[in-house]
Each structure stands twice: as C-alpha cells, then as structure tokens.
C-alpha cells in the first residue's frame, strides 16, 4: 500500500511540477521595474494622474521602504505604498479573454487597470491601509477576467500595504494573458497541492493503522506523525481556509501564520526522532533532543508574540536547524559508510530537506531570490523515506514468511509427532484393554480353577470306581475262562465294551486335567514326538462307530505312507480332534443327515519349518457371524449349533498355542471350516491317500 502510494505521490508532483513550469508563450510575467509612491494609496480617481517618478521597485522582491516612509519603528518592510506601470493590451479578440493571477503575498493588496482616465477593481485580497490599525491582511491567490472591451495602451496599477508581517511588499510577480491559460494553470496548482494533502493523509493513516496493528513500530508511527503534519502543513500553504471564506480578520492571519510555523517547528523534530528510529545513534539521538529544546523555546516565542517578531527570527531557527541536520548527516553518512544500509537510505532522504533548509537560510537573509524551499524538502524526504520504510515492510514481509513457512514445517513436524503418539496411545488403550479383558478373562479362569479343584476329586472318584468296576468285571471274567465257565465267543463284545469304558474313562480324565490347566494358565510340558496319523486315525474311528447308527457321514483324506511325528501327547490331539467332530456332528444333527471331511496334508510355514495341516469342514449351517469374533474365548458357545459348554474350543486352541501351532476357523460359503496347524518333527511324505468311511 506504501508503494502504490508513493506512485501516486510521484505523479502529483509530476502533476506540480507542470503548474510552475515556463510560462505559456501567451502568458506575460509582469516583472521588472515598477513605479513606486512610497507611503500613499492614491484614490482611484487620480490614479491616471500618476506620473513616473524617480522612485522604482524591482518586482519581485521584499521591498525595502525609505526611511521617511516607515511608520513602525525601523523596519523596512513595515508601510505601504503604490505601485504602477504601463502596458499595451492585445486589440481584438484576444482582449475579450484576458487575466490577471495575482499570486498570493504577505500582506494585503488591490489592483486598477486604469483606461482613458477610468480606474477598474479588478482585484482585492484583504484590507489595504496605510494604518496598522485597519489594515487586514489575507495570503491568498486570485485569478481575474480583465474588464471586455479594453486594448491599447493601459495603466496598471497595484496597491500593497503591509503592517503584520516582517517580510512584505511585491514577493510574487503578477501574470497577464489567457484567462483559459492562467486558469488551467492555476487548477493544476491546486490538483497538485490538494492531492500532496490528500496521499500525505493517506500516508499518514496507513502508518496509523499499522502502529496500531504492531505497537513495536515506533518508526512507522513517527512517520506517520511525519505526514500527518505535513499535510496539515500543506492545507495552510495552500491558503485552504482563505479560499473557503472571503471573510477576512487580523486574528485569523495571525492564527494562520502561527500554524504555518508550528507545523515547520514540529515538522523537523519529528523527521529527527524518525531518524534516530531507523538509524539508532547516540548522536543522533542527542541531536534530536537539541532541535526539540529549540523548538520548545522557538515555540513559546511563536506562540507569545506577534509574527513581525517569531517571523523575523526565524532566519536563527532554520540555523539552527541546518545545524542539526548537518551533524545528524555525518552521522548517518559514518554509519552507512560502516555498512548501515539503512543509514544510506536515510541520508539519501534527508539531503533534500538539509538542501531546502539551507536555501530557506539565504533567502531569509535575503542572499537569493527563490521561492521558500523547506515544504518541498519535506515533502522529498517524506517521499524518499516512505520508499525506505517500504524496503524496510517487504523485508519484513519476506522475513515473515519465512518464518510462517519454517513455523508451519514445524507444526507440520509437531503435528505428525502428535499423531504417532496419538496412534501410540491409541495402540496402548487397545492392548489396556485387551489386557483388562485378559485379566477379566483371568479371574474367570482363576474361579474355574477353584470350582475345578472341587470338582477334580468328585469327578475322579466316581469315574475311579467305573474304570475299577471294569478291571474286576475282565478279572472275574478271565477266571471263569479259565475254569471253562465262559467261552471266548460269548465275553468278546463284554471285552470290546470294557475296553471301550478304559478309553472313556481316560478321555475324561485328560479333560479334567486340561480344565485345569485352562483355569491356571500353565504351559504344556515338553513330550516325545508321536506319529500323527494314528492318534488322528483313532479319533476318526471312535466317531465313526459312535455313528454307525446315523446318516451322518465322517472321510478322511491323508497320504498313505505318511511318517509325520509331532511333540504332543495322544491326549491332547485326541481332544482337539474329538471338540472339532464333536461340534460338526452338534451342527448337524438338527436336520440328521451331513458331510464331515478331514483333509491332512504338509506345508512349509514362513518360517521355512515343516507343519501339519488339518482341515475339519462339514456342511452344516455355519458360525453366525456374531460369534465368530469371540468363538474361541472361554464359555463362548453356539448352544445346538456348537460347543454347548463354551469350553471345547478354548480348551482345543490353548493345546495348539502351547504345540507351537494354532487353530483357526476359516472363511467359507457353506457349514464351518476349521484348520488346525501341527509342528512336525520328523520325515515327510507328500504321496496322498484317500479314506472314506461310513
């Protein structure tokens, strides 16, 4: 925004550079001698009467008054008198659009275009009196259509009074010609200073806002203040309450001059402590404090006096300014020449207004004869410092971002770490609860393992007396074989139900045993290897004439030379194979009739280690998908589908976990599909063989 600003600022000053540029070829600058009556006002109608006398006064310049003719103590330019010159106008029809500009002067002033012994007003700023008492004074530019009809040779004649002001007289020249040409001129000069106001406000504003936004920016903020001043300095020179009221007082000049000064006193303090904001420097600093104090006291003297006096001195202030700037230049020129970049530009800055000020010094001492220059070394340097602060906001600016981009690589860092340990914890509340569920499932163990406890010894005691019942009934029936009572023949099927009581009975007891284990969480001991084929066979047989009766139908499909040995008991795989039967004919006997195949066959695990690989499927109703997530934890049961105590399988996987192996229950579009896996340890053969029985 401060660069697009200051764009717009360059091009009102392009703007007024255009307004003060040569005059039009049309345009007349009606400078040079003048005839001069010293201490009079001649009445307009003797003005044709006037005749050139020995007395003249280069225009422009501050006049000097004879001393016969001063009316207020000694100072030259304190009276007034009548000026004069004659000229020829135009004839024809370039008299009809005929001007005079009156550029604005420190004092009060009329103006006569006198024509065959006729005197026309055609100009009147303020009250012009040869009194002090009556003469008001109004600074303020005027741009007027000579009278039609007038051409050949006239008499111009100017009045000018001053009694206030200590620089008075003809200090502009008049301009005649074109109107249209004078008043394009004079519009352009007003473009110009109205949009130096308005951008200097803009400035100003934007400076503000940015103080207020970031209060660290003490530089931005005296900047601020910087143009602030200026603008209302702008709105004084351009004369903008002359111009917005004809109404004229002498404690309104006064008032007005006094602001017009006040705003050059502060002007330039506050451009210093601008200063040492960018460049900080102990000589600047203390610089800054030595134009403050004179401010302070030339102040008091604006304020207290009137502007014959504070104007008069105010050739030692602007000395005293020079003074400033110039030390504040050395320093800022030492620290840019030690690699303060920022020292540079500020000089840069600064050299307009220090090159202005020295003019306004000679001319205040009247050495040249050139339009005051401090509100355009201001301006400049307020341009020039605009541009530094600029850099200095985009610096800024590219800092920022850096560091937003290297802030939001580290949230981006921070918040991927807060997500793996989000996901950490998350993982951790998952194995909490996997272990409050696993000591839940503990104590419910532990309170199976007392009831077991009980149970042990009145389970076993009563299957002790069935199995001795059936060692003495074989006994008693070998003696009667002996003694020729019996015959063979007859005690065979007594025999093969003795025999089948023995396994019974064994089956129950590793039951209760591995109950037992179950609720005390013990690992299985280490066992010699057994051949796996006929601890499965068995099992298949048992089930078999256990449903010789039914429509029930169990195949067997294994290699037929089959070597495989593994590191678990008969028991234990009996039992798992006995659960797994056990459930698929549960499952199919509520429609009484089903397929039960038993597929075994070798893989090789991930591990490169031999395995043994049982596949119980039967073509039943399945496992409802609600209990497949939870089929194998303790008590879990399908009721006339499954395992009815909801512990066979449980039972069966903690068997297989401690083998080393596992048993899952497989995905399938009909019935159930278990697989049980059996780490080998022995010979492998790979030749399959088909059984099915009925």
Known sequence: MTQRALLCLSFVCALGCLSVAEASPDVRRLDGTWNVSWGQLVEPTSLHTLAPGADTLSVPSVWDIPEQYRRVGSNPTLGCATLWRDMTLPIGRASRDMGLYLPELDSASRVYLVASERAYLIHAVGQVSCEPATEVPLWRAQLERLPEGLSGGVR???????????????????????????????????LWGAG???LLLVLALYHFSITYQRREE????????????LAIRQGVVMRLFERLSDHATLEGFVWRDRIEYFTMLFAVVVALRFLAECVPSTWIRRTTIFAAAVAVVYGAVILFTDPIVFAGLVGWYQAAMVVALIISMVEGLRLAMAGNRMAGWAIL??????????????????????PYASTYGLIAMAV?????????????????????????????????????????????????????????????????????????????????????????????????????????????????????????????????????????????????PIE???????????????????????????PNDADWMMRLSNTAISQVMLNLFTN?????????????????REELREDKTACLVIDVCDDG????????????????????????????????????????GSLTLEPTSVGAHFRVVVPLDGVRADLPLSSTRH
């Not at 003490?218 to 001043?229: D, K, N, P």
């Not at 800055?349 to 050139?370: E, F, H």
């Not at 163990?445 to 019942?469: D, F, K, Y």
């Not at 796996?532 to 294994?558: G, H, K, Q, T, W």
């Open 532 to 558: 796996a084929l006929p601890a499965i066979r068995s099992v298949f047989d048992f089930v078999n004439e256990s449903l010789s009766n039914s429509d029930i139908r169990y195949s067997l499909s294994a």
């Open 218 to 229: 003490t530089a931005s903020r005296y900047f601020a203040l910087l143009c602030l001043i």
């Open 384 to 528: 020039i410092q605009g541009v530094v602060l600029a850099r200095r906001f985009a610096d800024a600016s590219r800092t920022a971002e850096r560091l937003t981009e290297n802030l939001k690589e580290e949230v981006a860092i921070q918040t991927d770490a807060l997500q793996s340990q989000k996901d950490q914890a998350l993982a951790l509340l998952e194995e909490l609860k996997t272990v409050q569920s696993q000591l839940i499932e503990a104590g419910r163990l532990a309170t199976v393992g007392r009831i077991s406890s009980g149970l042990a010894h009145e389970l076993r005691n009563p299957l002790n007396i069935s199995q001795g019942g059936a060692e003495v009934i074989e006994e008693s029936m070998n003696e009667l074989l002996e003694a020729g009572q019996l015959d063979e023949g007859d005690v065979a099927p007594i025999r093969k139900a003795l025999a089948m009581i023995q396994r019974g009975g064994d089956r129950v007891n590793a039951l209760i045993s591995r109950i037992q284990e179950l609720a005390e969480a013990r690992e299985g001991t280490s066992v010699d």
């Open 621 to 660: 109703p399945g496992v409802p998908e609600e209990l497949r997530a939870t089929l194998f934890e303790p008590f879990v049961s399908g009721h006339t589908t499954l395992d009815r105590s909801g512990m066979g399988l449980a039972i069966s996987r903690q068997i297989m976990t401690e083998a080393g």
């Open 196 to 198: 130096l106001m308005g």
């Open 156 to 190: 111009l004649v100017w009045q000018i009074s001053n009694h206030h002001f200590v620089r008075g007289g003809p200090v502009n020249a008049p301009e005649l010609g074109a109107y249209s040409t004078l008043a394009q001129r004079t519009l352009l000069g007003m």
């Open 584 to 600: 698929a004919q549960q499952a199919l006997q509520a429609r009484g009739y089903g397929h039960v195949t038993v597929t075994c």
């Open 349 to 370: 800055g600064w050299l307009p207004l220090g090159v202005a000020a020295l003019l306004d010094v000679l001319k205040s001492q009247d050495l040249i004869d050139i």
